[in-house]
């Protein structure tokens, strides 16, 4: 027999034609007519995953279910033969009749059991949460005996049910609500999730907001037993010794105390022992003898607030303790948080909520940095290092690990990225250019900085800060850290090539430059193009120089001084890699080492200009002590006013 998840969506009516049109296209024909609910309903197996008003707003899947909608007459109003809509007004009627026109039999034959009719008809103004039918048929039998206890002295749970005033839930923000009942004044959580969602100590709203002369009836699809009776998040797990691997952590993690506090609310997630049984064996160890990864696993594991199985129908993100973010998923087989699934649910507690779960979620900050990586899909990076056999160079205690990503390797020289497939010794160099010692956290990257990398003294990698992050090298940090337990991850979007020259030697070894290293040497500049310093090179052509008239250039090369001033007007005396360079409609402007201003833009085809008119050649050549582009033109300089 299929089961329905219903959801009432909202009431439409002629006059509210703003929440009509939000209705999809083929909806709205049924829907015309005042006071018409719009129903949805999902294929499922009985579970109720959402309830409440989407403002008119149908959703195609619940829960990975498919949905689908019907429309009927609102609470309150019936239908007359041939009007449109539900135009008869039907009289308000008190709880007790409100709960039998709702089709609720079971409630009211447990408040007769329990003596609360006539206190149900008259008394009031009360907030009544009526379990269905179906949640008091299912009720376990210590339950139902509470709701009609055979002491007289003992007071029905029936008055747990029942809360003074009237509280609209159509008029409560998001967020945990707490309120007192009759059942010696102990409180009940009400909780309002996104999608307009609410849960009763985890049963789900299924029908909220029906008038009755002495108050509101919310029929909800659980029996509640009060909280206090429940005992705290720590009681409950030491009460089951299905979680017996779960309490030996708490205990090594010293979080058990935690758990047991009333000022605050969690929601824990406790693996299950076959879930402990599925970790290898030095993990598991390491969890439940060492302290500080006990805590880290544990904080993983723990989420500040309430969440109700029933607080997502589609995803949502959580933050646990650790401070990282993981999803909490309604699947069509369960809810999951990330990889694991809920297994043992809503288990209710005074101070939060309990889900049994099957897998036991590692974080990051235990895992070593390799197994991070290929979780981040570093795939290429990985499946070359596997190859040249050198993973294990990132199974050394704090390493910092710059991984290029997939498409940075497809921007390689294909017989360079064959290289690496072919000869473990050309990845292995790569490997260790893209490795450094320590556990370097981008608070701990400051501008201007040279480290050492595991290549060797000579392979040093640049850190550059600019407005938009940072760089290393020519390369661009994508994401933020990824803290391991034996190091740290930074995603690039280049692979590093280690630079295997200076600044000068590069001028010296390209034949387009020909003009330009006689210059330098002449001006006496070579040495500081030799130097281990930061700088940026706008390297004129021969070209470029060609372009002058013979006057000025014999001019510049037979006066050292102003030769040196007009060759400084096109030294940096900083590393302005090309990721720095901002997207069009910016310009980033800075002073070079003769004192004129350096304005690099990008043009509409994303190419780099230099002053807005001279575009640098599309290849930025990485030195040891900065980086040179190659320009076809010369730089206008005040202190040669006449060359342009």
């Known amino acids: 027999m299929k089961h329905l998840v219903y959801v009432i969506l909202g009431v439409l009516s002629l006059v509210d034609g703003a929440r009509h049109r939000r209705l999809p296209a083929y909806l709205r024909r049924y829907a015309e007519g005042p006071n018409v609910c719009v129903v949805q309903q999902a294929y499922g197996t009985g579970d109720k995953y959402f309830t409440s008003c989407f403002g008119g707003k149908a959703m195609r899947m619940i829960c990975e279910r498919p949905t689908f909608v019907n429309f009927h007459c609102c609470s309150g109003y019936h239908k007359i033969k041939g009007e449109r809509g539900c135009t008869g007004v039907s009289p308000v009627q008190d709880i007790v009749k409100t709960a039998r026109s709702l089709g609720q039999m079971e409630f009211?034959?447990?408040?007769?059991?329990?003596?609360?009719?006539?206190?149900?008809?008259?008394?009031?103004?009360?907030?009544?949460?009526?379990?269905?039918?179906?949640?008091?048929?299912?009720?376990?039998?210590?339950?139902?005996?509470?709701?009609?206890?055979?002491?007289?002295?003992?007071?029905?749970?029936?008055?747990?049910?029942?809360?003074?005033?009237?509280?609209?839930?159509?008029?409560?923000?998001?967020?945990?609500?707490?309120?007192?009942?009759?059942?010696?004044?102990?409180?009940?959580?009400?909780?309002?999730?996104?999608?307009?969602?609410?849960?009763?100590?985890?049963?789900?709203?299924?029908?909220?907001?029906?008038?009755?002369?002495?108050?509101?009836?919310?029929?909800?699809?659980?029996?509640?037993?009060?909280?206090?009776?429940?005992?705290?998040?720590?009681?409950?797990?030491?009460?089951?010794?299905?979680?017996?691997?779960?309490?030996?952590?708490?205990?090594?993690?010293?979080?058990?105390?935690?758990?047991r506090r009333q000022d605050v609310e969690y929601t824990v997630l406790a693996p299950n022992n076959k879930a402990f049984a599925k970790l290898p064996s030095e993990l598991l160890d390491s969890i439940l003898i060492d302290t500080d990864t006990a805590q880290k696993v544990l904080k993983k594991h723990i989420i500040k607030g309430v969440y109700c199985k029933d607080a997502v129908v589609i995803a949502m993100g959580v933050k646990s303790l650790d401070g990282s973010m993981m999803m909490m998923k309604c699947k069509r087989d369960g809810v999951y948080f990330d990889k694991a699934r809920v297994v043992d649910g809503d288990v209710s507690a005074s101070n939060g909520v309990l889900h049994g779960v099957d897998e036991v979620l590692i974080p990051e900050s235990v895992k070593e940095v390799a197994e991070v990586?290929?979780?981040?899909?570093?795939?290429?990076?990985?499946?070359?290092?596997?190859?040249?056999?050198?993973?294990?160079?990132?199974?050394?205690?704090?390493?910092?690990?710059?991984?290029?990503?997939?498409t940075a390797f497809k921007k390689l020289p294909p017989t360079y990225l064959a290289a690496l497939r072919t000869q473990p010794l050309a990845m292995g160099k790569l490997?260790?250019?893209?490795?450094?010692?320590?556990?370097?956290?981008?608070?701990?990257?400051?501008?201007?900085?040279?480290?050492?990398?595991?290549?060797?003294?000579?392979?040093?990698?640049?850190?550059?800060?600019?407005?938009?992050?940072?760089?290393?090298?020519?390369?661009?940090?994508?994401?933020?850290?990824?803290?391991?337990?034996?190091?740290?991850?930074?995603?690039?979007?280049?692979?590093?090539?280690?630079?295997?020259?200076?600044?000068?030697?590069?001028?010296?070894?390209?034949?387009?430059?020909?003009?330009?290293?006689?210059?330098?040497?002449?001006?006496?500049?070579?040495?500081?193009?030799?130097?281990?310093?930061?700088?940026?090179?706008?390297?004129?052509?021969?070209?470029?120089?060609?372009?002058?008239?013979?006057?000025?250039?014999?001019?510049?090369?037979?006066?050292?001084?102003?030769?040196?001033?007009?060759?400084?007007?096109?030294?940096i005396n900083r590393m302005v890699v090309k990721c720095a360079i901002p997207k069009k409609h910016s310009i980033y402007t800075i002073k070079s080492r003769q004192?004129?201003?350096?304005?690099?833009?990008?043009?509409?085809?994303?190419?780099?200009?230099?002053?807005?008119?001279?575009?640098?050649?599309?290849?930025?050549?990485?030195?040891?002590?900065?980086?040179?582009?190659?320009?076809?033109?010369?730089?206008?300089?005040?202190?040669?006013?006449?060359?342009?």
Request: glycine share 6%; aromatic share 6%; net charge neutral.
């Open 108 to 259: 009211n034959k447990y408040a007769r059991q329990a003596d609360l009719l006539d206190q149900l008809s008259t008394g009031g103004a009360y907030t009544v949460f009526v379990p269905n039918n179906r949640a008091f048929r299912e009720a376990p039998p210590d339950v139902k005996q509470s709701l009609v206890p055979t002491n007289p002295a003992d007071e029905s749970t029936m008055l747990y049910h029942i809360v003074p005033g009237r509280i609209n839930i159509g008029d409560m923000r998001r967020g945990d609500y707490s309120y007192n009942t009759l059942y010696k004044d102990e409180k009940l959580r009400v909780i309002k999730y996104a999608f307009g969602v609410t849960t009763v100590n985890c049963a789900r709203l299924e029908r909220p907001d029906e008038l009755a002369t002495n108050g509101i009836v919310h029929v909800i699809d659980g029996v509640m037993k009060p909280l206090e009776t429940e005992g705290t998040l720590a009681e409950k797990i030491f009460s089951d010794d299905d979680y017996s691997q779960f309490q030996l952590a708490l205990f090594t993690s010293e979080m058990a105390n935690d758990l």
């Open 373 to 406: 990586a290929r979780e981040m899909k570093l795939n290429t990076l990985m499946e070359l290092a596997n190859q040249a056999n050198v993973t294990n160079r990132l199974t050394d205690k704090d390493v910092t690990l710059l991984a290029p990503t997939d």
């Open 431 to 571: 490997i260790d250019y893209h490795t450094l010692k320590g556990k370097i956290t981008s608070d701990k990257l400051v501008g201007d900085q040279d480290i050492n990398t595991n290549l060797g003294l000579s392979a040093k990698i640049k850190v550059s800060i600019y407005r938009g992050g940072v760089a290393i090298n020519n390369a661009k940090v994508l994401d933020k850290d990824r803290v391991c337990g034996n190091g740290v991850i930074h995603k690039i979007d280049t692979v590093l090539m280690p630079p295997e020259d200076t600044l000068m030697g590069q001028v010296t070894a390209d034949p387009e430059l020909s003009t330009l290293r006689q210059a330098l040497e002449t001006a006496g500049l070579s040495e500081l193009l030799s130097t281990p310093v930061q700088l940026t090179l706008l390297a004129p052509t021969n070209r470029a120089f060609d372009s002058m008239s013979q006057r000025n250039l014999d001019r510049l090369l037979t006066n050292p001084d102003r030769l040196k001033k007009f060759l400084e007007r096109h030294i």
């Open 595 to 644: 004192g004129d201003k350096v304005d690099f833009s990008r043009d509409s085809r994303n190419d780099i200009m230099v002053n807005k008119r001279k575009r640098v050649k599309p290849v930025e050549r990485m030195a040891t002590n900065g980086v040179m582009y190659k320009i076809d033109d010369v730089l206008k300089c005040s202190c040669e006013p006449r060359i342009r």
